[in-house]
């Protein structure tokens, strides 16, 4: 098992490899998505932002960006692409109380162990009456059980999927992260029916599938998605 920060430095070299298209372009469209009516006008914190690429995505929506991450080959690539990042533990953030108006994390807060004290942290730096946007990956899900069938997959030369803490939760589970400060006002879930990746590239079903997940991760399906995000807002201060 390798330090988080490790693997993702291995990673990062080929990390964006294939990303600009098909499956993992159509999850990043539905996270980014599902922050973009928020971020006009706002101070916005991705926590865990690797290369960029949600950042990049919300370049449009015309927010204060910033990014934070623990790898340094992630960071160099996001800072190549003009965002303010810098290096930072989840669970120790070095920004203000109350310092941004939305914070959101997808694909990251399943690799750190101390989770609840990662929420925490997010919590503390949005300010009263702002968003957090939090995505765990969810046991029960056909996701996950590909994940158990198909064993470890190559990331880097010498690196697999397998060297890095990740951690699958069940939906009480996942409820239950959202900090006291915070009130769950939503739950997305994302990736319901894809069963295996390269289904995405298939030009028909790719479409079709593509169009299904868009139209179902609000609904009652979002149980089995193998992303669950919650939709949290910080409780006004009294």
């Given at each position: 098992m390798k330090r988080s920060a490790d693997y993702y430095d291995a990673f990062s070299a080929g990390y964006e490899r294939g990303r600009d298209r098909g499956y993992h372009a159509m999850i990043d469209a539905i996270e980014a998505d599902t922050v973009a009516p928020h971020a006009r006008g706002a101070r916005?914190?991705?926590?865990g932002c690797g290369t960029g690429l949600i950042l990049d995505r919300l370049r449009r929506a015309g927010a204060d960006h910033f990014g934070a991450d623990l790898s340094h080959g992630m960071l160099r690539r996001a800072a190549a692409r003009g965002f303010r990042v810098a290096r930072a533990d989840l669970c120790a953030l070095q920004f203000r109380?109350?310092?941004?108006?939305?914070?959101?994390?997808f694909k990251v807060l399943a690799h750190v162990r101390d989770i609840r004290r990662a929420m925490e942290?997010?919590?503390?730096?949005?300010?009263?009456?702002?968003?957090?946007?939090?995505?765990?990956?969810?046991?029960?899900?056909?996701?996950?059980?590909v994940r158990v069938l198909k064993g470890a997959r190559p990331?880097?030369?010498g690196t697999t999927d397998r060297e890095v803490y990740t951690r699958y939760d069940g939906w009480v589970?996942?409820?239950a992260m959202a900090p006291p400060s915070c009130r769950i006002e939503g739950i997305r879930g994302v990736r319901i029916w894809t069963l295996l990746p390269w289904m995405v590239r298939i030009p028909l079903l790719g479409r079709a599938l593509a169009a299904l997940e868009r139209r179902t991760c609000d609904g009652p399906f979002k149980r089995f998605a193998g992303f669950v995000i919650l939709v949290m807002r910080k409780r006004a201060e009294p």
């Open positions: 916005i914190l991705e926590a109380d109350g310092a941004f108006d939305v914070v959101y994390s942290e997010m919590a503390r730096v949005t300010r009263p009456g702002g968003l957090i946007f939090a995505e765990f990956y969810h046991r029960f899900s056909l996701r996950h059980l990331v880097a030369r589970e996942i409820l």
